[in-house]
């Protein structure tokens, strides 16, 4: 690839500027520091991508007028950017600054830009993006700038659908966390026993038991054979067994709201082991603790979690979600604990007969109570079904969006699968023997986790840049700014949101 630039000429009062292939100087002969201040006057927050670094002077602009500001920085070609490098000092001065990053848009790397954008852009720190294009090398390069954009865009869609989250429920993440934590307390401090490995044959096929309506038909047969299975149910499908009087081995559970520990009112779980996210609704630990049952916390990769897991003797079990997917769970849960032979049952990721979901969840009695002569159950169903745009999938399911979404995540987890008779099957090759370990999660220090997380929030308070430790409060922040966004208060600081976020965790700390 033909480099961008040629050259290096000397400005008016001395400054060495880059010029393009076409003869045009990327910035100004006379003053380029004097031209570079209009740069990013209109500008919002302190984070900026800028397309196109030349001379850098209008990056140097940036970080003067705001000291804070992560940037960027990014060139339409490794071998560009190794020439200003070498050729213009200031571009080399501006690579060690921390709070620059440089990029070529075609690295080797694959999604190398995207992948740097979603490592460091952090919205409820930083607020608002800006993309700013020096405008020399915009009119030198139009068609690879646009091509750049699109894919900022598209790493910015990701971003943003995870904030959005983060915003909705990180204020309940975090209270949830504490308070799972402290039924964890508890247990330690009875003595109860925790969950042990020993508990699972894993002799027998792990079936995990989603909510499908594919449910109602493969339940019978799980119940014909049911010797032959450890079966692992999401909190979803548990009354659609219960009502079959189809013993559970093990459920699952990750939502975090309240609606999720309808799924366990009524339900008869006897010796069935709990595997519980530490942002799930603490109604359901606090039941299981109530029944004397085995419960395994695990952590499913939110940053006060993990913070947390440093104080146990050994991690708590880090089991994947797939952005969300609890079926997900229940299947990492069987790998992780060593099962070589896995079934998924009800995972349809569509309506099929066109229903919803299987007989006998929480829906069936939610919406007949709720059910009046105009609008009965099934037309509460429909409405469901209904309320996006659906597609026929290759099995003839009507499919949401939202669900192919779940579909692609649950097949990219699974990696080797075959399908057949609306079943995944998987056998397990080279199955992950770190259980031992991953499931010993139970001692943990309190005191010192408590006395940390103070100390954190003392450092953190007096702290303006992002820092590593301000991770354990992203989704925190992420509530309040969005919060405050609605509010017309967009112009509150990343301190002051820092501030409400750190008040609300040391708040929830007393729990400990």
């Known amino acids: 690839m033909t480099c961008l630039y040629k050259e290096v000429v000397e400005s008016k009062n001395g400054l060495e500027i880059p010029v393009y292939n076409s003869g045009r100087a990327a910035h100004s002969k006379y003053n380029p520091r004097r031209e570079a201040e209009a740069f ?33 920085a990014v060139e339409k070609s490794a071998a560009d950017l190794e020439w200003l490098k070498k050729n213009i000092p200031l571009a080399s001065e501006l690579e060690k600054n921390p709070g620059v990053i440089f990029c070529a848009a075609d690295s080797s790397s694959p999604h190398a830009l995207e ?25 030198e390069n139009q068609d690879g700038c646009d091509k750049i954009v699109e894919r900022i865009k598209s790493a910015l869609k990701e971003i943003s659908a995870d904030y959005s989250t983060q915003a909705h429920f990180g204020r309940l993440w975090a209270k949830n966390i504490f308070c799972n934590l402290s039924v964890l307390k508890k247990i330690q401090e009875s003595g109860q026993k925790p969950f042990s490995l020993s508990e699972c044959d894993l002799q027998k096929t792990a079936a995990i038991i989603a909510a499908g309506p594919s449910l109602d038909e493969s339940a019978k047969a799980i119940k014909e054979s049911r010797e032959k299975y450890f079966v692992i149910a999401t909190d979803t499908a548990l009354k659609v067994f219960g009502r079959r009087k189809i013993k559970v081995d093990a459920v699952v559970s990750l939502d975090a709201q309240c609606l999720s520990a309808e799924h366990f009112n009524g339900a008869v779980c006897g010796d069935t082991i709990f595997a519980l996210d530490l942002a799930a609704n603490p109604s359901i630990a606090k039941y299981a603790q109530r029944k004397n049952a085995k419960i395994l916390f695990y952590n499913s990769g939110h940053p006060l979690a993990s913070f947390a897991s440093g104080f146990c003797k050994a991690p708590f079990a880090r089991l994947d979600s797939g952005g969300g997917t609890v079926a997900i769970c ?12 896995i079934k998924i049952f009800g995972a349809d990721f569509g309506y099929s007969n066109g229903k919803p979901y299987a007989k006998g969840t929480y829906l069936d009695e939610l919406y007949m109570a709720g059910q009046t002569r105009i609008h009965n159950a099934e037309s509460l169903f429909t409405k469901l079904m209904f309320r996006t745009e659906l597609n026929k999938n290759q099995r003839g ?28 099957e998987w056998q397990g090759k080279n199955v992950p023997q770190k259980a031992q370990n991953l499931f010993e999660a139970n001692s943990l220090d309190f005191a010192a986790l408590k006395k940390e997380i103070e100390a954190r ?14 991770c354990l409060l992203l989704p925190e922040m992420a509530y309040w700014r969005q919060k405050m966004d609605k509010n017309g208060q967009n112009k509150i600081s990343t301190k002051e ?16």
């Not at 976020?501 to 929830?508: P, S």
């Open 115 to 139: 992948n740097i954008l979603i490592q460091n852009y952090f919205p409820a720190h930083y607020g608002a993006i800006n993309i700013l294009p020096l405008r020399s090398w915009l009119q």
């Open 330 to 341: 229940a299947a990492d849960f069987a790998m992780q604990c060593g099962f070589a032979k």
């Open 497 to 512: 949101i820092k501030k409400l976020a750190l008040n609300k965790i040391l708040l929830y700390n007393k729990l400990l």
């Open 457 to 470: 929030a003392q450092a953190l308070d007096s702290e303006d840049a992002f820092t590593p430790q301000e």
């Open 397 to 424: 399911f009507l499919q949401s969006p939202t669900l192919l979404r779940y579909q692609s995540t649950m097949e990219e987890f699974l990696g080797g699968y075959n399908w057949h008779d609306n079943v995944y």
């Open 40 to 72: 990013g006057q209109e500008a919002s927050g302190s984070f900026a991508v800028i397309l196109g670094i030349a001379g850098g002077f209008h990056i140097e602009s940036l970080l003067k007028r705001n000291p804070g500001c992560k940037i960027i």
